[in-house]
Antibody, heavy 123, light 106 residues
Framework: QLHLQESGPGLVKPSETLSLSCHVSGGSISSDDHYWGWIRQPPGKGLEWIGTISYGGSTYYNPSLKSRVTISVDTSKNQFSLGLTSVTAADTAIFYC???????????????WGQGTLVAVSS | DIQMTQSPSTLSASVGDRVTITCRASQSISSWLAWYQQKPGKAPKLLIYKASSLESGVPSRFSGSGSGTEFTLTINSLQPDDFATYYCQQYKSYCTFGQGTKLEIK
C-alpha cells in the first residue's frame, strides 16, 4: 500500500523559501509511469495544483506559480521535494504531496495523497 | 488555461436523498475528469476517474457521467458519511480543480 508523508517547517517568514519533502513508502519513486507532485489548499478554500515531476525528472508547473516553484526527486531517499521562493501570507496553506496519473494528453490527476501539512507564512 | 466551474456551491440534502453536482469545463476535456470527496481535516479522496469510472473501494451509490464540457456526479441514497465537500478536476491539460461543492445535512 503506497503511503506518502509530508515533512518540513510549519512556519516560514515572508520573502523566504518554503521547503517541503514527501517520503514515499510501500513503493519505489523510480517506478515507470509514476508521477509525483504537490497541491495546496489555503485554509477554508479550494485546491490548487502546484506542479508535478515525472519518474524521469521532467517537471510541469502551474503557470501562475512557475517562476517561484522547483520540484525535485531524490531516488536514494525515495522522496521528492518542493521549493517555493519569495513567499507571502497568500502562500499560507495546507500542502499535500501526491502520486499522479498522467493522461495521454499530458494532464495530471492526483490518485494517492499524503495527509497534508499546514505551512503558515508569518514574521 | 482550462477553468472548471461547479454548481451549486452548497447543497442541502437529507439522508436517503439522491443528489447531483454539476461541473463545467471552459473547453472540451473529453472524459479527462475526476471527482474527489474531502472531509474536514482530511486529504481529498478519489471517487471517480475518466468521468465515469468508479475508483476501487468506492460505494456504487456514487456515479459520474458526461463528456466534453459538462459532467455530473450523482450520489444515490445519501448516507451520513457522504456529507462532505466534493471537487471536480480536469486532467486534459495540466491539472485544474473546480471550486468545490459543500454537501450539507438539511
Amino acid at each position: 500500500q503506497l503511503h506518502l508523508q509530508e515533512s518540513g517547517p510549519g512556519l516560514v517568514k515572508p520573502s523566504e523559501t518554503l521547503s517541503l519533502s514527501c517520503h514515499v513508502s510501500g513503493g519505489s519513486i523510480s517506478s515507470d509511469d509514476h508521477y509525483w507532485g504537490w497541491i495546496r489548499q489555503p485554509p477554508g478554500k479550494g485546491l490548487e495544483w502546484i506542479g508535478t515531476i515525472s519518474y524521469g525528472g521532467s517537471t510541469y508547473y502551474n503557470p501562475s506559480l512557475k517562476s517561484r516553484v522547483t520540484i525535485s526527486v531524490d531516488t536514494s531517499k525515495n522522496q521528492f521535494s518542493l521549493g517555493l521562493t519569495s513567499v507571502t501570507a497568500a502562500d499560507t496553506a495546507i500542502f499535500y504531496c501526491a502520486r499522479f496519473f498522467t493522461s495521454s494528453l499530458g494532464g495530471h490527476s492526483p490518485i494517492r495523497w499524503g495527509q497534508g501539512t499546514l505551512v503558515a507564512v508569518s514574521s | 488555461d482550462i477553468q472548471m466551474t461547479q454548481s451549486p456551491s452548497t447543497l442541502s440534502a437529507s439522508v436517503g436523498d439522491r443528489v447531483t453536482i454539476t461541473c463545467r469545463a471552459s473547453q472540451s476535456i473529453s472524459s479527462w475528469l475526476a471527482w474527489y470527496q474531502q472531509k474536514p481535516g482530511k486529504a481529498p479522496k478519489l471517487l471517480i476517474y475518466k468521468a465515469s469510472s468508479l475508483e476501487s473501494g468506492v460505494p456504487s451509490r456514487f456515479s459520474g457521467s458526461g463528456s466534453g464540457t459538462e459532467f455530473t456526479l450523482t450520489i444515490n441514497s445519501l448516507q451520513p458519511d457522504d456529507f462532505a465537500t466534493y471537487y471536480c478536476q480536469q486532467y486534459k491539460s495540466y491539472c485544474t480543480f473546480g471550486q468545490g461543492t459543500k454537501l450539507e445535512i438539511k
